[in-house]
């Protein structure tokens, strides 16, 4: 059975989004996984209004890039609010 993990940064609206999402993957018969490591899904759903927050972000997802090279098939989703390269 594949597993999902969802990982929240932000706002009460995004917390919502992402309880709505895991109830939306219960429903499909996806079972919540502890970590990202176990997971076969993995989604980060973020605000970053604050440079704190956005720092988080980026470490998450730099945390996250060597499971993706070890295992391509796992699956990665990125939601939420994140800013555009500054030049």
Aim: glycine share 6%; hydrophobic share 35%.
């Amino acid at each position: 059975m594949q597993k999902f993990y969802v990982w929240t940064i932000g706002c009460q609206m995004n917390v919502a989004d992402s309880q709505k999402l895991e109830s939306a993957f219960d429903q499909i018969g996806l079972t919540k996984a502890s970590s990202a490591d176990e997971a076969d899904v993995v989604v980060l759903n973020s605000c970053v209004v604050r440079q704190s927050a956005e720092d988080k972000v980026i470490g998450m997802m730099t945390s996250l890039k060597p499971q993706k090279l070890q295992n391509p098939e796992k699956n990665f989703r990125f939601d939420g609010m994140y800013g555009r390269p500054k030049n």
